[in-house]
């Protein structure tokens, strides 16, 4: 077991190191003016595609995907540090077409779609070219356990009629969002595990409707956005099912286990930043005649934040070794436990930073009260820690 990083990867980190200083950083402010200035939030700035082009232009594209087949074929072990890298900055992941849900929609259609659907979906998800979303979660059950989800696919000929009310759906504010992978029930009275089946609906189906967009500690997060959807008899063709029916709790556990863990990776990226900010602001303040640097409490958060962010990083890589080379099922245990630790380390580290910034960190001058509000968002996100703690236990309690 050996996390240095390969020549092959340090060589990566470089060239994406270089263009977060010389493109990412800069455009950061650059986009928050021009979304500020837009009639509507949920258009996209110019600033984005600029960049978008760039990093594609630069061989910085699709970094997240495994197959060489669809991306850079790097083992998550490799992607780890990028990922990481990426989650310095809000807007960095979708510069490289890494972000989030789409990065899970497009692994579910290049290992579970069928080659129709993969040239309608997924080729103009790979090349930037449209957004999409996830809708599983629901208002009106307890969606942290996967069986409650009510969303009913009826087969009717060489159709399917989707009913249901989903929210949190993120990406579903895009304009640039064209097609949705929706879970629900196909068969109610199958066993437990093969009642689910997921499905594709073009988001311009008549019968889907975005009711409003759901803000995050006021954060409305546009143009992305997190959305509650409806979908009343909505019919799309039957070749639209993904994989086949009863399906869906096999892809949702294929799906979600990159996806945690790219999320884990990019809160470590928050987390530096955030400890970057905070020594920074630190050396610069001063309170009773010295430098807050050199207050022993604002020294002890430094240390605590600098240990936490270490032991949470090699969490994250021990799971992404673990997933590398035996496989998400066999690596379940260690995902879980990543989940847990990484949004915790983040929020921890965080709220040091705002408290060193003071007034200032609350305020939207720094990225700190914005970063907060997302990692606490993944306290729940992709199941919440306690799904995540009662599997580490009962996983711990087989061996």
């Known amino acids: 077991m050996d996390f240095s990083y390969s020549e092959k990867t340090l060589t990566w980190m470089k060239r994406l190191k270089e263009f977060m200083e010389e493109?990412?950083?800069?455009?950061?402010?650059?986009?928050?003016?021009?979304?500020?200035?837009?009639?509507?939030?949920?258009?996209?700035?110019?600033?984005?595609?600029?960049?978008?082009?760039?990093?594609?232009?630069?061989?910085?594209?699709?970094?997240f995907m495994p197959d060489e087949e669809y991306g850079a074929g790097l083992t998550n072990l490799e992607y780890a540090p990028l990922c990481e890298m990426m989650g310095r900055s809000e807007i960095a992941p979708e510069v490289f077409n890494c972000n989030a849900p789409d990065t899970g929609n497009m692994e579910v259609l290049?290992?579970?779609?069928?080659?129709?659907?993969?040239?309608?979906?997924?080729?103009?998800?790979?090349?930037?070219?449209i957004r999409s979303c996830f809708a599983m979660t629901e208002p009106e059950v307890a969606s942290s356990d996967a069986t409650n989800i009510s969303a009913s696919i009826v087969?009717?000929?060489?159709?399917?009629?989707?009913?249901?009310h989903k929210w949190w759906s993120s990406g579903a504010g895009d304009p640039r969002c064209k097609v949705a992978i929706l879970m629900g029930k196909t068969n109610p009275d199958a066993t437990r595990y093969e009642q689910q089946s997921m499905i594709l609906i073009p988001f311009d189906t008549e019968g889907v409707r975005v009711e409003r967009m759901l803000p995050v500690f006021g954060y409305d997060d546009a143009p992305h956005g997190h959305a509650e959807v409806t979908y009343h008899n909505v019919?799309?063709?039957a070749d639209h099912i993904i994989w086949g029916e009863g399906k869906g709790f096999a892809?949702?556990?294929?799906?979600l286990g990159p996806g945690r863990i790219h999320h884990c990776m990019r809160l470590i990226g928050a987390a530096e930043r955030a400890l970057e900010l905070m020594c920074e602001r630190a050396k610069q303040r001063v309170a009773f005649g010295k430098p807050?640097?050199?207050?022993?409490?604002?020294?002890?958060?430094?240390?605590?934040?600098?240990?936490?962010?270490?032991?949470?990083?090699?969490?994250v890589l021990n799971a992404a070794y673990k997933m590398d080379t035996v496989g998400n099922k066999a690596a379940q245990k260690e995902i879980a436990m990543i989940k847990v630790v990484a949004p915790n380390v983040a929020l921890k580290v965080i709220d040091r930073a705002i408290q060193v910034h003071g007034g200032a960190g609350v305020s939207d001058d720094f990225?700190?009260?914005?970063?907060?509000?997302?990692?606490?968002?993944?306290?729940?996100?992709?199941?919440p820690d306690e799904v995540h703690r009662r599997a580490v236990a009962r996983l711990e309690l087989q061996d």
């Open 367 to 383: 990225p700190l009260a914005k970063m907060w509000s997302n990692a606490r968002t993944l306290r729940l996100a992709d199941g």
């Open 292 to 315: 807050l640097a050199q207050q022993g409490v604002i020294q002890s958060w430094i240390a605590d934040s600098r240990m936490e962010i270490e032991q949470a990083r090699w969490l």
């Open 23 to 63: 493109v990412v950083y800069p455009g950061e402010k650059i986009y928050a003016e021009q979304l500020a200035a837009a009639e509507n939030r949920f258009s996209i700035p110019p600033i984005m595609e600029t960049m978008k082009q760039q990093a594609k232009s630069a061989g910085l594209w699709n970094l």
């Open 110 to 129: 290049a290992r579970y779609g069928s080659p129709e659907q993969k040239e309608k979906w997924l080729k103009p998800l790979l090349a930037g070219e």
């Open 251 to 255: 892809i949702a556990q294929g799906r």
């Open 155 to 164: 087969r009717d000929g060489n159709h399917y009629i989707i009913n249901a």
């Open 235 to 237: 019919r799309v063709p």
